[in-house]
């Protein structure tokens, strides 16, 4: 079954787009993926498909029948309406021809794509082709109609070869029909990687594109080649979701590092494109992670289209800011800035506002991420706020990250149902496989609502991971004396991921509890540390002026409590002085699970956590420890058995092989 995008059709679409597009779903392999009228590049065909071992085909969809056609030639046809009126238009070959060569066109420009020496050098080093699918139009219609001469069988589908109920259809014929519609005389040797399918989908589709580093463009012959690296797209799933969330209100719910937040933001994006004219807001709760947005989408806005179109002798490839059309604020910020108002008088502005006596911003789109941790009277008042009209209303959450215990009702806070409008993201991306196990296997030790948590075909309160097949080392458990001694080896451990395995100190997060105890001043601590093995660092929960100047990617350790980094993710993640958590003054156990969690799924590559004392949190990662040195023990008894078993059986053998020879007298 194959991939397709978006995954149902629209309503409005033909009857025989509705056939195609449920043939070509059923019977295609499933590692095709089939694109319904994307938008590439300014055009619209009606149906693209990539396969690995197929390269690309465009297709257009006619539903012609016999009694439209009336003059045909290879330009343009002559066709009449169910009303008796004529009409010119351009072939239908021409048209999917058209459309195919203005993919390869710019596809070409990625010299990873094409041929770069050879009888095919500057072309696709994949199969390109194109045809029409005629849905109301038989084999026996073309020899009765005579139309061979103008209809190229070779490049077109019939209605008996894309109806499974018409006796005379084969998936086998559907297959080949499908893959003989090149206009190259090559075949694929082998496959496309998933990296080449990945370039090809971000360069027709510039919205799944979420990283590009730009180097200048280097000539190559007479073409410009841009040397790419360091891109990634979205996957299908996630693509799926930006693209087909439709309009009105949604939901999304997913596990830490699903993308949530990218989806969110890609989302926006899209709306923008779509509705130039609207007024978009995009709210959280974090200040730090509305910074991260803000970042994410400077760099989406700021990319061109075409990474081949980048103008490298300008410092914006764009004039559009975050901000001319996308607001994005915190709450409380938002409160401050562009109400006017605190949130003591949400009660009171949500009456006026009832009574009409309020003038308040109005948005056309308002896309709220964290939407676990906002109240109901913070959702009534953000619904109330929203263009009746549009009612586009996109809510981010997951429950496991709930650090502030909020007794809501989506439907009745908002007044508007989510009721099959939901979607549910249950694989974490973000984190190797032993990182999203080590830190599910915590929660569900120790939060109360873990018995709640949903499968992946379930929806329920708490929605369980799953880990994608990225491995990387165990996170590591380190118990030092005290804690000068704990941070004088995160420190030293530090450097020397940064020495042996080039991870960038802007790719390293320190996360804390509390910043002081009576004991000691746990940030002068961490700082002393850094500073004796002269690691840069910046300290970014230090108050709500560094939490909006962080900078993402300033080549410096950050530091922070747990709160704060909630939507951020870093490549290593250290949660220091561990033993402070949960922490004594505060009466929401459950609020110190969820914390824990978050900070370990920070985490992209790199997990270590370390204390110094004792808690309830460090008697069971104590626990994880020594059955860790338990297992290694045995594994080096095992090993030594073995060897010792081995050695024996040699013995035993060269007993057998090497007899000292007899003597006679």
């Known amino acids: 079954m194959a991939y397709m995008i978006p995954e149902t059709i629209r309503s409005s679409a033909t009857a025989g787009e509705r056939l195609l597009f449920r043939t070509l779903k059923t019977y295609l392999p499933d590692d095709y993926i089939v694109y ?22 465009v297709l257009e969809v006619k539903d012609y029948t016999l009694s439209t056609l009336l003059h045909l030639n290879n330009d343009e046809w002559t066709i009449v309406s169910s009303a008796g009126e004529q009409a010119t238009v351009k072939s239908p070959f021409k048209q999917a021809r058209d459309n195919a060569f203005h993919i390869v066109n710019a596809l070409k420009k990625d010299k990873n794509l094409v041929h770069l020496e050879g009888k095919y050098q500057f072309q696709l080093k994949f199969p390109y082709g194109y045809g029409v699918v005629f849905t109301r ?28 109920d018409k006796e005379t259809f084969s998936e086998e014929v559907l297959f080949e029909k499908i893959c003989n519609m090149f206009v190259v005389p090559y075949r694929l040797r082998t496959p496309l990687t998933k990296e080449e399918i990945d370039a090809i989908r971000y360069h027709l589709f510039p919205e799944v594109r979420i990283s590009a580093e730009f180097r200048p463009p280097t000539p190559y012959q007479d073409q410009v080649l841009l040397s790419l690296h360091d891109i990634k797209a979205m996957d299908l799933h996630q693509e799926n979701l930006a693209k087909q969330l439709g309009d009105k209100n949604r939901l999304i719910r997913g596990v830490a590092g699903s993308g949530k937040t990218l989806i969110l933001a ?58 001319d059309q996308i607001i994005v604020r915190n709450f409380h910020e938002w409160l401050k800035y562009d109400l ?23 948005y056309d789109a308002i896309l709220v991420d964290e939407g676990q941790d906002f109240s ?12 009746p009209a549009t009612q586009s209303l996109l809510l981010v959450e997951d429950r496991a990250q709930t650090i502030y215990r909020r007794k809501r009702s989506y439907v009745q806070d908002t007044g508007l149902s989510f009721q099959g409008r939901s979607k549910v993201l249950t694989i974490n991306y973000r984190n190797t496989a032993q990182i999203v196990k080590f830190a599910w296997d915590f929660y569900r030790e120790h939060s109360v609502l873990s018995n709640k948590a949903a499968q992946r075909e379930f929806e329920g309160e708490i929605i369980a991971p799953q880990s994608t097949r990225r491995k990387g080392p165990e996170p590591a458990i380190v118990k030092a004396e ?41 940030i002068d601590v961490i700082k002393r540390a850094l500073e004796k093995e002269q690691i840069p660092y910046y300290w970014l929960a230090e108050d709500e002026t560094t939490k909006r100047k962080f900078s993402r990617d300033e080549e410096t350790v950050k530091i922070s409590k747990i709160e704060s980094s909630k939507g951020l993710d870093f490549q290593a993640v250290f949660i220091v002085n561990m033993d402070n958590m949960p922490f004594a003054l505060e009466e929401d156990r459950e609020r110190e699970v969820s914390l824990l969690y978050i900070g370990m799924t ?9 204390y110094s004392g004792e808690s309830e949190f460090t008697r069971y990662f104590e626990q994880v420890r020594t059955s860790r040195l338990q297992k290694k023990k045995q594994m080096v008894r095992n ?25 006679t007298s």
């Open 137 to 164: 139009i038989s084999q026996k219609d073309l020899v009765k109609k005579q139309l061979y001469p103008v209809v190229d069988p070779n490049f077109c589908l019939l209605r008996d070869e894309i109806d499974p």
């Open 482 to 522: 005290n804690f000068g001694q704990e941070m004088q080896i995160v420190a030293k451990q530090m450097k020397r991921l940064h020495e042996e395995k080039n991870v960038p100190y802007s790719e390293m997060l320190i996360l804390y509890r509390v910043k002081r105890t009576h004991k000691q001043n746990i």
């Open 340 to 362: 006017k108002i605190s949130e003591q008088q949400i009660p009171y502005i949500l009456e006026k506002i009832d009574k009409k006596e309020a003038i308040l911003p109005m």
């Open 639 to 663: 090993f030594v058995l073995l060897k010792g078993e081995f050695h024996e059986t040699i013995r035993n053998n060269l007993r057998y092989i090497i007899r000292p020879r007899r003597t």
């Open 36 to 57: 319904y009228e994307p938008e590439i590049r300014g055009r619209r065909p009606d149906f693209v498909i990539i396969g690995p071992d197929l390269g690309l085909v």
């Open 602 to 610: 920070r985490a992209k590559e790199y997990l270590c956590l370390s």
């Open 376 to 387: 109901s009277d913070w959702l009534a008042l953000i619904s109330k706020l929203l263009n």
């Open 266 to 323: 890609s989302r926006a994006k899209l709306l923008a494109k779509q509705h130039p004219d609207w007024k978009i807001l995009i709210l959280c709760y974090n200040i730090s992670l509305a910074q991260g947005i803000r970042q994410m989408l400077y760099h989406m806005l700021h990319e061109p289209d075409s990474l081949f179109d980048f103008d490298f002798t300008k410092e914006d490839g764009m004039v559009k800011t975050v901000g």
